[in-house]
């Protein structure tokens, strides 16, 4: 009769070297294959809240110029009026999530506006352009960073920040 003592004799308690190695491999694998998609999720974030913080600025810009087209001064605001919480956005002016700046740099050329140009990064987050002298009366707003972001044009290649 087989006692237990000799039936576990024969078992190990471990597992080898060559076990463990090969463990590793496959968990490098598939930490190779899983980690890019992780961290391409902090670009498509700040891409999503730039996307975001534009969506809500024009949308109070366009507000505002349709309140005063209804007192029969369709205007846009002035830069002070946009800075100053309460008169066109509800609260203070959201982050550029690019470079973490809510500084407006107010644009005098219709040329600058129209190419997005991009200046003082350091010290802006957005830039703002608005002409109420102009036929009709324009204005745009957008990002003062040339980073990439996660959105493409037509033929595939990334836009930066400042062309959304």
């Given amino acids: 009769m087989i006692t237990m003592k000799q039936r576990w004799a024969g078992t190990r308690s ?11 491999v496959v968990l490098a694998i598939l930490a190779g294959v899983a980690a890019p998609r992780f961290f391409n999720y902090g670009d498509q974030a700040k891409t999503a809240a730039l996307e975001g913080s534009l969506g809500g600025m024009r949308s109070s810009i366009a507000q505002f110029y349709a309140n005063m087209a209804m007192e029969d001064t369709a205007r846009f605001p002035t830069l002070a009026e946009l800075e100053a919480p309460g008169e066109v956005m509800q609260e203070a002016l959201p982050r550029n999530p690019f470079n973490e700046l809510n500084t407006v740099q107010q644009i ?31 204005a745009v707003i957008w990002a003062n960073s040339e980073d990439e972001t996660e959105v493409s044009d037509s033929s595939g290649d990334p836009l930066t920040a400042n062309e959304l």
Avoid: H, K
């Fill in 14 to 24: 471990a597992f080898t070297l060559v076990e463990l190695i090969a463990v590793m």
């Fill in 108 to 138: 005098a050329s219709r040329t600058s506006a129209d190419n997005r140009a991009v200046s003082n990064t350091d010290q802006f987050g957005w830039n703002y352009y608005f002409d109420n002298a102009s036929d009709p009366p324009m």
